[in-house]
């Protein structure tokens, strides 16, 4: 993280956290963790492809699916998010 250039801002509903990678780190951030102190941090994850994929494999086909239900399982595809939407396509 570079943190000059890490910023706060809170209102009385809602606080943002921005967060700016250091120069040479490149990539999709995955995920992050939260919380009041290290012992009680939350995983979330970020929408990206990888993401979206691994979280159906566990939804739609449990560890006891057989190949042949893996291969016919839809195709999910993330193409495009920003802060107002997401975009993907099934097949």
């Not at 993280?1 to 890490?6: D, K, Q």
């Not at 990888?50 to 399982?73: H, K, M, R, W, Y």
């Given at each position: 993280?570079?943190?000059?250039?890490?910023s706060?801002?809170?209102?009385?509903?809602?606080?943002?956290?921005?967060?700016?990678?250091?120069?040479?780190?490149?990539?999709?951030?995955e995920?992050?963790?939260?919380?009041?102190?290290?012992?009680?941090?939350?995983?979330?994850?970020?929408?990206?492809?990888?993401?979206?994929?691994?979280?159906?494999?566990?939804?739609?086909?449990?560890?006891?699916?057989?190949?042949?239900?893996?291969?016919?399982?839809?195709?999910?595809?993330?193409?495009?998010?920003?802060?107002?939407?997401?975009?993907?396509?099934?097949?």
């Open positions: 993280l570079v943190s000059p250039e890490t706060v801002n809170v209102s009385a509903h809602n606080a943002a956290i921005g967060l700016t990678k250091a120069p040479g780190n490149t990539g999709p951030w995920k992050f963790y939260f919380g009041l102190d290290a012992s009680t941090l939350q995983e979330r994850l970020f929408v990206i492809e990888e993401n979206i994929d691994g979280f159906l494999d566990t939804v739609l086909c449990p560890s006891f699916c057989s190949q042949s239900a893996l291969e016919s399982q839809p195709l999910i595809e993330a193409l495009d998010f920003t802060e107002d939407r997401i975009q993907i396509r099934l097949k």
